[in-house]
């Protein structure tokens, strides 16, 4: 009997195992197949709410259900942390030392923020990257009268659009709170333009400009002093702050560096079509995990685990499992409290920004409701 295993109940892996459970279901029923996800923890996390919530619109209990509910009944569920993936002995070794072999694995790990890697960023800042991070930007959110915000942003980091939406967010809440006037916004971005993506930076520049907005690109946070609070980059520039909020660098998880798998940020090298793990004929790759040239998204997961789940169905079925990924990625861009846009976008296809709406942010609230049925493999 066949063995999958997937490794990481966040978005991608779930979808994964739900589609395959759908695709095959007879199969499970009959005992001639078993998927088995790994997860850490018992809950699933729809990370994006971590931005409301810094905005005190959502709590966490909006952002989280039992990985069980959403699971298919047929599939085994394994909520602990893995060690040690064995891709020479198709095993995953649990860190309670369990061994659970496979004959198809797919890593679906996500990534990791990393304040750390800027030595005075934990204590001088704030993020909103983590539940427990955008519970403490909440607060200070809050307690803020007025002054300097810095908003930093360090690479590689997932959801590429988040830095733009909590700067143009914040402006907006300024405004609302009646505080716009006696609170500066600043911006900062890594290279030489405010988006890694041209078409947004170019459809954005003129955005934060018109909302006096001030913005340094080439600045790349190293250290931040919580005493003076400032914040400097690599490239000389101190920026003085009342309030710091940064896009942390991200890197892959331990698990990925413990097996002696992935480059020196822990990302995993991925074959960009067929989203195998280079060298690898069974193991696959999708989400935040992989090192593919894209945007670290929930969506990028999403139609990614598209492709994943019709190659494993297709490759059990007898058949070459040559489905390819072409790099789609969708995603809203909130513009403000009240209107947001979206882009999608492909390897081939560059995203053109369309014009901000009302319609789109509601969509996007909408969304953040319905976001249960995508994990489950029905949206
Ligand atoms: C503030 C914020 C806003 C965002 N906004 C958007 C947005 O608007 N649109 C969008 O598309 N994306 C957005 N994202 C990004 C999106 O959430 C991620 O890109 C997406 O969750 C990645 O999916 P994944 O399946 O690769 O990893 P994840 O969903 O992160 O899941 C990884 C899973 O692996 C598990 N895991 C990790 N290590 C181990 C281990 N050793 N053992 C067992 N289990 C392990 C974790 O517990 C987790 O369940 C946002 C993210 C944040 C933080």
Known sequence: MPNIVILGGGVGGTIVANQVARQMRNELKNGDLSIT???ESAQHVYQPMFLYMAFDQVVPADAKKPERELLDRRINLVVGAAERIDAAGNAVWMADGTRIAYDYLVIATGSRPDPEQVPGLTDGGYHFYTEEAALRLRQALHDFQGGRIVVTVGVPHKCPVAPLEFV????DWAKA???REKTEVVYTYPIGRVHSIATVAEWVEPILDGRGIETHIF??????DPQAQTITSLEGETLRYDLLVAVPPHTGQAVIGRSGLGDSGGWLA????S??????????????ATNLPISKAGSTAHFEADVVASNLV?????????????GKVFCFIETGLKKATFITFDYANPPTPVEATEMIHLYKLAYNRLYWLT???LL
């Open 275 to 288: 989203l195998r793990l280079q060298g690898s004929d069974n193991v696959f790759v999708l989400g935040d």
């Open 37 to 39: 996800v790994i997860t």
């Open 177 to 179: 709170r009646g505080i």
């Open 375 to 377: 994990p489950a493999g």
């Open 270 to 273: 991925t074959d960009r079509a």
């Open 168 to 171: 143009l967010m914040v402006d």
């Open 314 to 326: 297709n490759l059990l079925r007898g058949g070459l499992g040559s489905v390819r990924y072409d």
């Open 219 to 224: 600045f790349n946070p190293e250290t931040v």
